[in-house]
C-alpha cells in the first residue's frame, strides 16, 4: 500500500489505483480502472458515509485479494498461467464451521457455484440460540478448513487458499515443497505449525507369530489465522515419504491401508464437533471435551490437534 499511496496521505486516488494495477500486471483501460474504483467508493460509503472518494488500506487490500483470486480462477485469462493437467481431483476441502449450539460442515467444491461462493464469500453467521448460550454474540463462528492432500495437494486449490487466508509467502513454499521438518514459526499474527504424524499400522499377517511393527508417516501443516478473534484454523494433511528417512527400515508404504490410518484422526475430530453439547444423564461426562471444543475458538482446536 505504502508503494502505491505516492503522496503519503494513507489513502489511494484513482490515479494511484490505475498505477497500481498496472505495476502488479493487471492490464485493463482506463474505463476499466475507473469501474473499479467507483465500486470500491460505493463500498467504502456504505461503511462510513462521510468517506471521500479515496480508498483506505483495508479497502484497498480487499481488492487485490478478489482480483487475485478471480484471476486464480481464470488461470488462462491473467498473468498466472496453469496447466490443467497439474490439476489432482483427489485433493479436497472439508469447511467446518461452528460455536458452542451449532456446527455446520461442507465441503466446498474447487469449480463451480459451490466454490465461487467458498473463496469469495464470508462465512454465514448461526441464527440467534434460545438454548441458554451465554458467550459473545459479536463473534463470528469459527471455521476449520481441512485439506485431504494424501493423493497429493492441487496447487491451484492451495494458491486460491493462500489468497483467501492471506498466507505467507514463506509458508506457501514450505507446503509446495514438503519436506519441512517439525517447527513452529508466526508470521504477523498468524501462527504457522508444521508436524510429522506417525501412526502405527496394524496389518494381519495370518501369522501365529506377532507381525513386526509397521509405522506410516505424513505431515500436517496447520495455520492459525484471525487474531485477534481468533477464528480460522486451517489444516494441510499431506502424504510424507520415508525413502530419506531412519523411519524407512519400519516404513509400511503409502498404500490407501496406511495412510487411512492417519486419517482416523480428522475424521474423530470432526465427529466430536458434530456432537456438541454433552448435557446431563448417561455418558455425559464422555460428551464434555467435545463441547469444550465448541466453546473455544480455533487455538483451542489447534490444542486438541
Given at each position: ?7 503519503g496521505d494513507g489513502h ?130 469459527v471455521r476449520w478448513v481441512?485439506?485431504?492432500?494424501m493423493k497429493g495437494l ?152
Open positions: 500500500f505504502d508503494r502505491f499511496d505516492t503522496d489511494i486516488t484513482r490515479s494511484e489505483l490505475r498505477a497500481a494495477l498496472e505495476f502488479l500486471g493487471f492490464r485493463m483501460n482506463q474505463d476499466c480502472g475507473d469501474q473499479i474504483f467507483n465500486h470500491l467508493a460505493l463500498r467504502a460509503k456504505a461503511d462510513d458515509a462521510a468517506a471521500e472518494e479515496v480508498l483506505t488500506p483495508k479497502v484497498f487490500q480487499f481488492m487485490l485479494k478478489r482480483m487475485r483470486l478471480a484471476e486464480l480462477f481464470t488461470p488462462t485469462a491473467g498473468v498466472f498461467k496453469w496447466d490443467e493437467r497439474e490439476a489432482v481431483s483427489s485433493c479436497s476441502i472439508t469447511a467446518v464451521d461452528y460455536d458452542a449450539e451449532h456446527c455446520r460442515v461442507s465441503e466446498p467444491l474447487t469449480e463451480g457455484e459451490d466454490g465461487v461462493n467458498f473463496f469469495f464469500g464470508c462465512r454465514k453467521p448461526f441464527p440467534a440460540t434460545t438454548r441458554g448460550f451465554t458467550g459473545p454474540v459479536d463473534q463470528p463462528p481441512h485439506v485431504n492432500a492441487d496447487r491451484l486449490t492451495f494458491l486460491r487458499l493462500a489468497v483467501k487466508y492471506g498466507v505467507h509467502p514463506l509458508a506457501v513454499d514450505d507446503v509446495l515443497d514438503s519436506r519441512t521438518s517439525t517447527k513452529v514459526d508466526r508470521y504477523g499474527n498468524d501462527y504457522v505449525v508444521c508436524l510429522d504424524i506417525l501412526c502405527v499400522v496394524n496389518r494381519d499377517t495370518g501369522s501365529a507369530e506377532p507381525p513386526r511393527v509397521r509405522i506410516h508417516r505424513s505431515h500436517v501443516t496447520i495455520f492459525l489465522i484471525g487474531p485477534p478473534k481468533r477464528d480460522t484454523l486451517m489444516t494441510i494433511h499431506q502424504e510424507r515419504g520415508d525413502k530419506s528417512s531412519w523411519l524407512q527400515m519400519w516404513a509400511c508404504g503409502s498404500d490407501e491401508e496406511s495412510s487411512a490410518e492417519s486419517g482416523d484422526l480428522w475424521k474423530g475430530m470432526l465427529s466430536d464437533l458434530k456432537r456438541g453439547r454433552g448435557g446431563t444423564g448417561v455418558g455425559a461426562e464422555r460428551r464434555m471435551p467435545p463441547m469444550r471444543m465448541r466453546e473455544e475458538r480455533a487455538d483451542f482446536l489447534l490444542y486438541e490437534v
